[in-house]
């Protein structure tokens, strides 16, 4: 029994073709590109994702900083109502007034502690993206556009408007 095995040599060469450096050198250039393609791909991908990464943080921080907002806001008559008050006590000493004075102050200062800030704009210049005028009156004492009086305080939290001022503002 005699068996017919091929060389090693003869096999090898019948299993690869024959390729001329052209040829590799080709496919090696399409390689490159594709490797860059590759690259250039995934550096845009991971800047997307440090990108939306940066966008949610930045939300999360202005939901964090607003999270409080209606709350603040449905406290703003009452505030409202405590100055009523001490304005209607006028200037007599007295238990009541030093009641209605220090609960104003404690929530002036809750709200103060939460971002809110109070406007009260009286003798500065009228703002119309913080003060809403109501009226106008002539006045020789102050310059055109000046707030001659404030009806009712404004509001901001975290230099978001919450609420204008009402204002009288000097024409002119």
Same mark, same amino acid.
Request: aromatic residues 2%; glycine residues 6%; hydrophobic residues 40%.
């Given at each position: 029994?005699?068996?017919?095995?091929? &060389?090693?040599?003869?096999?090898?060469?019948?299993?690869?073709?024959?390729?001329?450096?052209? !040829?590799?050198? #080709?496919?090696?250039?399409?390689?490159?590109?594709?490797? *860059?393609?590759?690259?250039?791909?995934?550096?845009?991908?991971?800047? !997307?994702?440090?990108?939306?990464?940066?966008?949610?943080?930045?939300?999360?921080?202005?939901?964090?900083?607003?999270? #409080?907002?209606?709350?603040?806001?449905?406290?703003?008559?009452?505030? !409202?109502?405590?100055?009523?008050?001490?304005?209607? *006590?006028? =200037?007599?000493? $007295?238990?009541?007034?030093?009641?209605?004075?220090? &609960?104003?102050?404690?929530?002036?200062?809750? $709200?103060? =502690? #939460?971002?809110?800030?109070?406007?009260?704009?009286?003798? %500065?210049?009228?703002?119309?993206?913080?003060?809403? *005028?109501?009226? %106008?009156?002539?006045?020789? !004492?102050?310059?055109? $556009? &000046?707030?001659?009086?404030?009806?009712?305080?404004?509001?901001?939290?975290?230099?978001?408007?919450?609420?204008?001022?009402?204002?009288?503002?000097?024409? $002119?």
């Amino acid at each position: 029994m005699h068996s017919e095995n091929p &060389t090693p040599d003869a096999s090898a060469s019948a299993d690869v073709p024959d390729l001329d450096t052209d !040829d590799l050198a #080709n496919e090696l250039e399409q390689l490159r590109a594709a490797l *860059a393609g590759v690259r250039e791909e995934a550096l845009r991908e991971r800047a !997307d994702l440090d990108n939306q990464r940066k966008r949610l943080a930045r939300d999360l921080e202005q939901a964090r900083r607003f999270a #409080n907002e209606k709350l603040l806001s449905q406290l703003l008559p009452v505030l !409202d109502s405590l100055e009523a008050g001490l304005k209607a *006590a006028g =200037d007599s000493a $007295g238990p009541l007034r030093d009641g209605l004075e220090l &609960t104003l102050r404690q929530l002036l200062k809750v $709200g103060e =502690d #939460n971002g809110l800030a109070q406007l009260d704009p009286e003798g %500065q210049a009228f703002d119309p993206e913080w003060h809403q *005028a109501i009226s %106008q009156l002539e006045s020789p !004492d102050a310059s055109p $556009g &000046t707030v001659l009086q404030v009806f009712q305080k404004g509001y901001a939290l975290h230099d978001r408007l919450l609420r204008p001022a009402l204002v009288v503002v000097a024409a $002119g």
